[in-house]
């Protein structure tokens, strides 16, 4: 497929703003048994701004996904009808939603709203605790939603796998946890280390599954071939002419139109800066190095922009042994 | 239930591309807007079309065999385009089973041609908005044409009457008598699409012919043999005579 960078920048921009929100939120669960030192107000509020600014900016590239920007306005809020059958109807339900949930529980926080409806338990905060454990299952589910956008088309056969799901959960909540690491190192030192570990434990699942996931894509066979697409039993076909001279949306949409050495080459970059990089700096910046903390999570982002990159670019559509020569 | 399809027979297309250019004409032409084109006569041409020819060389020289190949819309019965489509605008025709765009709801996400295995959905980049064949829905129902002009333009522009058009769900219509008798198959199976268009394959019409129905048996002209000589292979007819 062709990689086009609204779709990049929207899922990984959400997931770092996903990741970052249960960050914030397994902090405050830990806390509210005295696991964790207790934070003050501003800690939440702070980071639940920035989990939302980074959000925002998923949906501003999401825009650039439709055809026109206007049917944002005018169209984009047909795109809840259709929710019992398309995933992408159900990220477009769940993202503007964890947004909203995102805003409450910040806003709680921020007006110090610290109702106890099931009493005094000895853990306090249950009001944001409870609205933190919704946006939690909420969040999760916007994850499966985006990652069954593509693991849901079953001719993408590089993308129709669990692997597909779980990569786009661990990689979210590893950039999310690497920027909650950073934020602490200004924040609260004290939760560093304790983010810092998250994040190390999280990379590794990451790389543990989008590893297989290449491992898997590498050994695939095609189900269809030239023979099947056009329904003649014959080992040697070959195509004169597709129909058109000038290119089309099939010679357009459907390439990556780079080598396959660009393309090896991206696979190893993106490995590089979303694993092993990281993982270093995190495990330096672990006394509170803000500098190596935040060079951490820049690394990873651009890492997960070549690894989305990758994702798409691998992926062969069927409908291309209809388009191997002009 | 009704689904309408085309059959094409690939026996009889000669590749002359009439239906890419009717169609074309048409759907450039109708109440949903221009089919966009762009930089017509420009060096790269490109643009929108609801079909394609395309041509294959099957077999290795001197064995070989050319197979020109239109290309749309199948109107699959289990359309996995459709179900994708976030505003429903992508959607299959209770009453006669075709596929269509509303091309006032879709948001331009392309997330159909993604799901659809055979690439037979274009983007308008004019419109933006997805594109595909209609099976000329604003003509086969349009009551001030001709009855018998009632079909796809590609149906009607068609020189070898390569491409048939009716309802495969109807066992004795002309399309479904087509793939039954003349083997019809659907494209790329492996899906579970179920295509409704169907294509015929090339065939060849093949006469064994033995020896002995080169000779005739019963040839007059062997009577005069009798006359001569007798020879040994004498049929019982000689002696008859
Ligand atoms: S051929 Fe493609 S666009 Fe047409 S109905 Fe089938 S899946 Fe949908
Ligand atoms: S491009 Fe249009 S028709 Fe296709 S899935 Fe998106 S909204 Fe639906």
Same mark, same amino acid.
């Given at each position: 497929?062709?990689?086009? #960078?609204?779709?990049?920048?929207?899922?990984?921009?959400?997931?770092?703003?996903?990741?970052?929100?249960?960050?914030? #939120?397994?902090?405050?669960?830990?806390?509210?048994?005295?696991?964790?030192?207790?934070?003050?107000?501003?800690?939440?509020?702070?980071?639940?701004?920035?989990?939302?600014?980074?959000?925002?900016?998923?949906?501003?590239?999401?825009?650039?996904?439709?055809?026109?920007?206007?049917?944002?306005?005018?169209?984009?809020?047909?795109?809840?009808?259709?929710?019992?059958?398309?995933?992408?109807?159900?990220?477009?339900?769940?993202?503007?939603?964890?947004?909203?949930?995102? #805003?409450?529980?910040?806003?709680?926080?921020?007006?110090?709203?610290?109702?106890?409806?099931?009493?005094?338990?000895?853990?306090?905060?249950?009001?944001? +605790?409870?609205?933190?454990?919704?946006?939690?299952?909420?969040?999760?589910?916007?994850?499966?939603?985006?990652?069954?956008?593509?693991?849901?088309?079953?001719?993408?056969?590089?993308?129709?796998?669990?692997?597909?799901?779980?990569?786009?959960?661990? +990689?979210?909540?590893?950039?999310?946890?690497?920027?909650?690491?950073?934020?602490?190192?200004?924040?609260?030192?004290?939760?560093?280390?304790?983010?810092?570990?998250?994040?190390?434990?999280?990379?590794?699942?990451?790389?543990?599954?989008?590893?297989?996931?290449?491992?898997?894509?590498?050994?695939?066979?095609?189900?269809?071939?030239?023979?099947?697409?056009?329904?003649?039993?014959?080992?040697?076909?070959?195509?004169?002419?597709?129909?058109?001279?000038?290119?089309?949306?099939?010679?357009?949409?459907?390439?990556?139109?780079?080598?396959?050495?660009?393309?090896?080459?991206?696979?190893?970059?993106?490995?590089?800066? +979303?694993?092993?990089?990281?993982?270093?700096?995190?495990?330096?910046?672990?006394?509170?190095?803000?500098?190596?903390?935040?060079?951490?999570?820049?690394?990873?982002?651009?890492?997960?922009?070549?690894?989305?990159?990758? #994702?798409?670019?691998?992926?062969?559509?069927?409908?291309?042994?209809?388009?191997?020569?002009? | 239930?009704?689904?309408?399809?085309?059959?094409?027979?690939?026996?009889?297309?000669?590749?002359?591309?009439?239906?890419?250019?009717?169609?074309?004409?048409?759907?450039?032409?109708?109440?949903?807007?221009?089919?966009?084109?762009?930089?017509?006569?420009?060096?790269?041409?490109?643009?929108?079309?609801?079909?394609?020819?395309?041509?294959?060389?099957?077999?290795?020289?001197?064995?070989?065999?050319?197979?020109?190949?239109?290309?749309?819309?199948?109107? !699959?019965?289990?359309?996995? !385009?459709?179900?994708?489509?976030?505003?429903?605008?992508?959607?299959?025709?209770?009453?006669?089973?075709?596929?269509?765009?509303?091309?006032?709801?879709?948001?331009?996400?392309?997330?159909?041609?993604?799901?659809?295995?055979?690439?037979?959905?274009?983007?308008?980049?004019?419109?933006?908005?997805?594109?595909? !064949?209609?099976?000329?829905?604003?003509?086969?129902?349009?009551?001030?044409?001709?009855?018998?002009?009632?079909?796809?333009?590609?149906?009607?522009?068609?020189?070898?009457?390569?491409?048939?058009?009716?309802?495969?769900?109807?066992?004795?219509?002309?399309?479904?008598?087509?793939?039954?008798?003349?083997?019809?198959?659907?494209?790329?199976?492996?899906?579970?699409?179920?295509?409704?268009?169907?294509?015929?394959?090339?065939?060849?019409?093949?006469?064994?012919?033995?020896?002995?129905?080169?000779?005739?048996?019963?040839?007059?002209?062997?009577?005069?043999?009798?006359?001569?000589?007798?020879?040994?292979?004498?049929?019982?007819?000689?002696?008859?005579?």
């Amino acid at each position: 497929m062709h990689p086009t #960078f609204s779709v990049i920048f929207l899922t990984t921009l959400i997931g770092v703003g996903q990741g970052l929100f249960l960050a914030l #939120f397994t902090e405050q669960s830990y806390a509210s048994v005295n696991l964790l030192p207790g934070q003050p107000g501003a800690f939440y509020v702070t980071g639940s701004l920035i989990a939302l600014a980074f959000l925002l900016g998923g949906l501003v590239a999401a825009i650039g996904h439709l055809g026109k920007p206007s049917y944002m306005v005018t169209r984009a809020w047909r795109g809840i009808t259709q929710w019992r059958t398309s995933w992408l109807s159900r990220e477009l339900i769940l993202l503007p939603l964890v947004m909203f949930l995102i #805003f409450l529980y910040l806003l709680f926080h921020y007006l110090g709203w610290e109702a106890n409806p099931f009493g005094t338990t000895g853990v306090s905060g249950q009001l944001t +605790l409870i609205l933190g454990g919704i946006t939690t299952v909420m969040v999760f589910a916007l994850f499966i939603c985006t990652a069954m956008i593509y693991a849901s088309v079953r001719f993408l056969q590089e993308w129709a796998c669990a692997l597909t799901v779980s990569n786009y959960i661990l +990689l979210g909540g590893a950039s999310g946890f690497t920027l909650a690491t950073a934020y602490a190192a200004w924040a609260a030192p004290e939760l560093v280390g304790f983010y810092a570990g998250w994040a190390i434990i999280i990379t590794v699942l990451g790389l543990l599954s989008r590893g297989l996931h290449l491992i898997r894509n590498a050994r695939l066979k095609g189900k269809s071939t030239l023979q099947s697409a056009i329904g003649v039993r014959h080992n040697r076909i070959e195509q004169k002419a597709m129909g058109m001279m000038g290119g089309s949306y099939n010679t357009r949409e459907y390439f990556h139109g780079k080598s396959a050495a660009f393309l090896k080459s991206i696979k190893w970059i993106f490995l590089l800066l +979303l694993f092993p990089l990281p993982l270093l700096l995190l495990w330096a910046g672990m006394d509170g190095n803000k500098g190596m903390l935040l060079l951490a999570f820049i690394m990873q982002y651009v890492g997960l922009l070549f690894e989305r990159w990758f #994702f798409f670019a691998q992926a062969n559509h069927p409908q291309n042994l209809y388009y191997q020569t002009i | 239930m009704t689904q309408l399809a085309l059959v094409i027979d690939l026996n009889v297309c000669v590749g002359c591309h009439a239906c890419v250019t009717s169609c074309k004409q048409w759907n450039t032409s109708g109440a949903a807007g221009p089919l966009f084109d762009d930089r017509p006569y420009g060096e790269n041409p490109t643009g929108t079309f609801f079909n394609r020819v395309q041509t294959y060389e099957i077999g290795q020289f001197p064995n070989t065999e050319t197979l020109h190949f239109p290309k749309s819309c199948l109107h !699959c019965e289990d359309p996995p !385009c459709v179900p994708v489509c976030p505003t429903g605008a992508s959607y299959k025709r209770a009453e006669d089973g075709i596929v269509l765009v509303d091309y006032d709801k879709c948001i331009g996400c392309k997330y159909c041609s993604w799901a659809c295995p055979y690439g037979a959905r274009e983007f308008d980049e004019q419109q933006k908005v997805m594109k595909k !064949c209609t099976l000329c829905v604003d003509r086969i129902y349009d009551e001030t044409l001709p009855e018998a002009e009632r079909k796809p333009a590609c149906v009607l522009a068609c020189p070898t009457s390569a491409r048939l058009f009716g309802d495969v769900h109807d066992s004795e219509s002309e399309v479904s008598v087509a793939i039954r008798e003349n083997g019809g198959y659907p494209l790329m199976p492996e899906w579970g699409t179920k295509p409704s268009n169907h294509y015929l394959p090339r065939r060849k019409t093949r006469h064994k012919i033995h020896k002995d129905e080169l000779l005739r048996v019963d040839n007059p002209l062997k009577k005069e043999d009798i006359r001569h000589e007798i020879r040994d292979n004498v049929s019982l007819d000689d002696w008859l005579m």
